[in-house]
């Protein structure tokens, strides 16, 4: 990543959240800082907590204006006065599907280039139309990178991945070292790529997954108000997360071992979801953006029946 600043003696801003326990709640804004080789690898700075009320006033976000002082704070007292890059994924996969307070990511990009670094979009997870109104997640945040990394969706199960960067940093490259890549720009994985690229424009997979995530959001957030150990639903498109609490009032996260049992209830009905979060509590649903309402009904179903008989065991 030195290669692709401007400045000499750079650190590498990675921005991910954990997931609290609490529903609504964005809290503990984790920057981990990888710096140059005067500064061992594991130095990282550990950000107080902050909360994702999204009270919103006059286009004002508060929870934005706290994350935002919490990343000034950052970048003024635990790194240098250059930076390589900073990476954020457009919302946090392994987190447990959760998304920035409206605005962050905007303010961040322009404080981190203030500084001489980069901007890179994670769009492993998020992009390829899974956010349905948009084709790329960091668009969803009106920025535009440096630098975007894809992969999985854009081999449609063959391994593939890509980068893609602007002309100035991909002639770095070439300055400053020997890159190498065994596989890069292989003829069947551009094919692949070529393919998958034209099933989903021709398919509209996209707007499907508009249509068809709003749909499965919506009778998912049914589900909170039935069921006391649903804190929160959340996503965007075909990309939903389901966090799992102990009850309402405390917001704690539900024991793993509960949520284990949930997930292989679902399991043996039939319905295979994802987990994350800090403490594994929330079920991540991103299925293939050609699922249908038929489909969606029976993923509610199963997820419904697998937590009533959770509830029943609960009850013994």
């Known amino acids: 990543m030195q290669l ?115 901007c890179i979009a994670d769009e492993v997870q998020t992009g390829f139309g899974r956010l349905g109104s948009h084709f790329w997640g960091f668009q969803t945040h009106g920025v535009l990178p440096d630098i975007v990394t894809m992969a999985k969706g854009i081999g449609n199960g063959f391994p593939m991945a890509a980068v893609v960067t602007t002309p100035e940093i991909a002639k770095s490259l070439a300055k400053c070292v020997l890159h190498f890549n065994t596989f890069g720009g292989n003829p069947m994985a551009c094919a692949i790529g070529s393919a998958v690229l034209e099933v989903i424009k021709e398919e509209k997979l996209q707007e ?17 108000d039935e069921f006391e150990i649903i804190g929160d639903v959340r996503g965007k498109g075909l990309m939903i997360g389901i966090e799992m609490v102990k009850d309402k009032t ?18 043996q009905m039939g319905l295979i979801v994802g987990r994350g979060g800090l403490f594994s509590q929330t079920f991540r649903i991103a299925p293939s953006l050609c699922i249908t309402k038929p489909e969606a009904d029976f993923a509610v ?16």
């Open 4 to 118: 692709c600043t401007r400045n000499q003696d750079p650190a590498i801003l990675v921005f991910c959240i954990p997931r609290d326990c609490r529903p609504f709640v964005l809290p503990v804004c984790l920057v981990c800082v990888f710096p140059t080789p005067l500064m061992p690898l594991h130095s990282f700075t550990h950000v107080g907590a902050s909360f994702l009320c999204w009270l919103l006033s006059a286009d004002c976000c508060h929870a934005e204006d706290q994350y935002i002082e919490q990343f000034k704070d950052t970048l003024s007292t635990c790194v240098g006065k250059s930076i390589a890059g900073f990476f954020a994924e457009p919302i946090q996969g392994v987190n447990g599907f959760v998304q920035y307070p409206k605005g962050f990511l905007k303010e961040a990009f322009q404080l981190v280039r203030e500084r001489g670094g980069v």
């Open 301 to 316: 179903d199963v997820f419904r029946a697998a937590v009533t008989q959770h509830m029943e065991r609960r009850a013994k």
């Open 208 to 224: 499907n997954s508009q249509e068809v995530g709003t749909y499965l959001l919506l009778k998912l957030a049914k589900l909170q």
């Open 250 to 267: 405390s917001r704690q996260p539900l024991p793993r071992e509960e949520v284990s049992q949930i997930h292989e209830d679902c399991r």
